[in-house]
C-alpha cells in the first residue's frame, strides 16, 4: 500500500524547516562573521574546517547510534524531534552577539556555538533522511519521494537567498547584526513546527520491526565501518555527492561576496538567488518524468554540465554588463537546473546504496549510511568555507572598500572556476563507478522484496 498526500507532504514539509536553518547558516554566517561581527575571513574558513574534522567522527557515530535505538515510537521520530528542539536553539545563539565579549572571548564564544550547531544539527538530519527509503517500496515512487522533501528545502533555499537580506534589514531596521538575530529565532520556530508536523503524522515503519529485532545483533562501530568500507557503490555516492555539494555551498558561499564587490551590486544576489531557486524547484518537479525518459546517466550528465555552463555565463556578464538583470537571472536559472537534477538524482542514489548494501551484505545500516549525506554536505560546507576565507585573504580582501583589480580577479577564480572543475570531476567519477541502475538495479530490488516477503511469512 502506498503512501497517502498527508505522509508524503507531512514528511517533505519537515525538510522546509532544517533546510531554513542550514540556509541561514551557509548563506549568511560567513558575511556575518566577516562584516558584521568583524572576525578574520581566515579565522573563519579554519572553523568551519575544524569543525567538520570532529564531524567525521561524530555523524558516523550518530547513524550507529539511531540504527540501535529502538523504541514503540520507531527509532527515527525520537531523534528527529531532540534534535531539532536543541539545534533551533543553538541556532538563535549562533546569531545573537554576546554583550561584553571582544576579542578572543568573542573568537571562543562564536567556535563554541558553531560547532554545537553542526552536532545538533546531525542528531535530527540523519534520522531524517533514514527514514526515506522505507518510505518507498517501488522505483516509481521512490523518484516522486525523492522529490518531494527536495522541493520544501529548494523553497527554503529560495526563501533564503530571495528574501533574507530584505528581511534582515527589515527586522534589523539597518542593524544587519541585530536583524540576524531576529530572522533566527523565527526560522527556529518555523523548524520546530514544521518537524513537529513530520513526526506526528508519518509514520515509522521501523516501529513494525522492534520486537522482532529487539534481539538482534547491534551494530558496533568497528563493523559499521567495515560495511561502509567494503560498499563500493558507497564509496562512489560520497565522491559524487561531495562533489555536487562543494559546487554548491563554494558557489553559493562566494555569490554574496561576487555581487557586493565584483558586480558593484549587492542587490543583484538577490535576483541571481530568487531565479536560481525558481529553476532548482521546476527541475526537482521535472525529475520524475525526465527519469522516465532518459537514463540515469544521461540525467546526471545534465545534472554535472549545467552548472558549468551557468557559470561561465555569469563570468562573461560579469565582465561586459555587470549590471544585466536579465543574463545574471539565465546563469542563475541554468545553474540551478542543474543542481535540481542533481538533487533529485542523489536522492534516489542515496535511497539504492541502501537497499544495494542491505542485499550484498545482510544488514540494512540505514542511519550509518545517511549519515554520510549529513557528513558531506557539512564537509563540503567546510571545505568551500575554508577556501572562500583563506582564499579571501590570500587575493587580499578588506572587508566593506572597493577592492583591487586582483581581488577581483581571485574572486572571480573562486566563484566560477574552481565550482566548474569540481562539477565536471563529480560526472567523471559517477560514469566511472556507479552500477546501480537498468538491470542490476531491478535485480537488487527484486531480491530485497522477496527477502521482505519472506520475512513477512516468517511473522
Request: charged share 15%; net charge positive; with cysteine.
Amino acid at each position: 500500500m502506498g503512501l497517502s498526500f498527508k505522509e508524503k507532504y507531512s514528511f517533505g514539509i519537515g525538510a522546509l524547516g532544517k533546510d531554513l536553518c542550514y540556509a541561514i547558516v551557509s548563506s549568511y554566517l560567513m558575511i556575518y562573521f566577516t562584516d558584521s561581527i568583524g572576525l578574520a575571513p581566515a579565522f573563519v574558513g579554519s572553523l568551519f574546517l575544524v569543525a567538520r574534522l570532529w564531524d567525521a567522527v561524530n555523524d558516523p557515530a550518530m547513524g550507529m547510534i539511531v540504527d540501535n535505538t529502538k523504541t514503540k515510537w520507531g527509532k527515527f521520530r525520537p531523534w528527529i524531534l531532540i534534535g531539532t528542539l536543541i539545534n533551533a536553539v543553538i541556532l538563535v545563539f549562533l546569531f545573537k552577539r554576546p554583550e561584553g565579549l571582544e576579542g578572543t572571548s568573542l573568537y571562543a564564544y562564536y567556535s563554541v556555538m558553531y560547532i554545537l550547531w553542526g552536532m545538533t544539527y546531525t542528531i535530527m538530519d540523519i534520522p531524517y533522511w533514514s527514514m526515506l527509503p522505507s518510505l518507498s517500496k517501488t522505483n516509481e515512487e521512490r523518484a516522486q519521494m525523492s522529490v518531494i522533501p527536495r522541493i520544501f528545502a529548494s523553497c527554503a533555499w529560495l526563501i533564503m537567498g530571495a528574501f533574507g537580506l530584505s528581511i534582515v534589514n527589515t527586522l534589523g531596521n539597518g542593524n544587519q547584526t541585530k536583524g540576524y538575530g531576529a530572522f533566527a529565532i523565527i526560522i527556529s520556530v518555523i523548524f520546530v513546527i514544521t518537524s513537529i508536523i513530520t513526526v506526528v503524522n508519518v509514520k515509522d515503519s521501523s516501529c513494525n520491526a522492534t520486537e522482532i529485532n529487539k534481539k538482534a545483533e547491534k551494530t558496533g562501530l568497528k563493523k559499521a565501518f567495515k560495511l561502509i568500507k567494503e560498499n563500493d557503490q558507497l564509496m562512489v555516492f560520497i565522491g559524487v555527492v561531495l562533489a555536487y555539494n562543494l559546487v554548491a555551498q563554494l558557489s553559493g558561499g562566494m555569490s554574496i561576496y561576487y555581487f557586493k564587490y565584483v558586480v558593484g551590486n549587492e542587490n543583484m544576489y538577490q535576483v541571481f538567488t530568487a531565479f536560481a531557486g525558481l529553476a532548482e524547484i521546476s527541475a526537482l518537479m521535472l525529475f520524475p518524468m525526465l527519469s522516465k525518459r532518459m537514463s540515469k546517466k544521461g540525467v546526471f550528465r545534465l545534472a554535472c554540465y549545467l552548472p558549468a555552463v551557468g557559470l561561465i555565463i555569469l563570468l562573461f556578464a560579469g565582465i561586459f554588463v555587470p549590471g544585466n538583470a536579465a543574463l545574471i537571472a539565465l546563469s542563475g536559472i541554468i545553474v540551478k537546473l542543474g543542481s535540481g537534477f542533481s538533487l533529485g538524482a542523489t536522492t534516489v542514489m542515496l535511497a539504492d546504496v541502501i537497499d544495494y548494501g542491505e542485499v550484498r551484505f545482510g544488514s540494512r545500516n540505514e542511519s550509518i549510511i545517511a549519515s554520510f549525506q549529513t557528513l558531506l554536505v557539512k564537509t563540503a560546507s567546510a571545505v568551500s568555507g575554508w577556501l572562500i576565507g583563506v582564499g579571501l585573504t590570500i587575493v587580499g580582501y578588506v572587508p566593506n572598500i572597493t577592492q583591487t583589480a586582483g581581488t577581483i580577479l581571485g574572486m572571480r577564480i573562486l566563484m566560477v572556476a574552481v565550482p566548474s572543475i569540481i562539477t565536471l570531476l563529480g560526472f567523471f567519477i559517477y560514469v566511472k563507478g556507479y552500477k546501480l541502475h537498468g538491470e542490476y538495479q531491478e535485480k537488487i530490488m527484486d531480491e530485497l522484496n522477496k527477502k521482505r516477503e519472506a520475512e513477512e511469512c516468517v511473522i
